[in-house]
């Protein structure tokens, strides 16, 4: 049961961010395949080896820094995804 409660935390965090980000096609589903794998702060933690376009970096980059301003690292934030590891 606790699995089926982080897919469905996962496959929500993935839906909101790739609308924030407004991804589409391939940037979408990388983003989307590596959030429902490793979660929300992985991604914001290792997103560039995802080998996004140079725009959707700059976007995620420009999230992360709204996040960090508002909840503090992103290191400690929980996403309530079970990150850990990150």
Known sequence: MN???TERIRENNAETITWILGTTGEAKEKTKSY???HGIKAFLLHYKSL???TEDNEKIGVLK???KTFD???ETINFG???EGC
């Open 3 to 5: 699995q089926d409660r």
């Open 81 to 83: 995804d079970m990150d």
């Open 35 to 37: 959030i429902l794998d």
């Open 51 to 53: 080998e996004l376009a």
């Open 72 to 74: 503090g690292d992103i």
């Open 65 to 67: 820094r709204v996040i």
